[in-house]
């Protein structure tokens, strides 16, 4: 079982920068696939980013490309989500989320959840 524990919401203003952490225990941080979620409110849960086990690969949604940058610590046995000029439709509750060995759609495991709010 892996509990994956978000950090680093806030409230930001727009233009501004903030970013993420996740700290997974249990299991080996290093044979997880690991990525981003976010649900803003009224809305669906959509993909944000997506790291394979080894660090290369990433993917992101068309949304936050440019913007967001998703990174790993294997050492640290961390996930990053580093977000820049960010939007008040950045507004949401980010969620990070775990897969064993490659990245699937729906991931095995997930966070609790974090805020970030972004004011106009």
């Known amino acids: 079982q892996v509990q994956l524990v978000e950090s680093g919401g806030g409230l930001v203003q727009t233009g501004d920068s903030l970013r993420l952490s996740c700290a997974p225990s249990?299991?080996?941080?290093?044979?997880?696939?690991m990525g981003w979620f976010r649900q803003a409110p009224g809305k669906e849960r959509e993909f944000v980013a997506s790291?394979?086990?080894?660090?290369?690969?990433?993917n992101y949604a068309d949304s936050v490309k440019g913007r967001f940058i998703i990174s790993r610590d294997n050492a640290k046995k961390t996930l990053y989500l580093q977000m820049n000029s960010l939007e008040p439709q950045d507004t949401a509750v980010y969620y990070c989320?775990?897969?064993?060995?490659?990245?699937?759609?729906?991931?095995?495991?997930w966070g609790q959840g974090t805020q970030v709010t972004v004011s106009s």
């Open positions: 989320a775990a897969s064993l060995w490659r990245w699937k759609s729906e991931p095995d495991y």
């Open positions: 249990g299991r080996t941080f290093s044979s997880y696939a």
């Open positions: 790291i394979p086990m080894s660090g290369g690969g990433t």
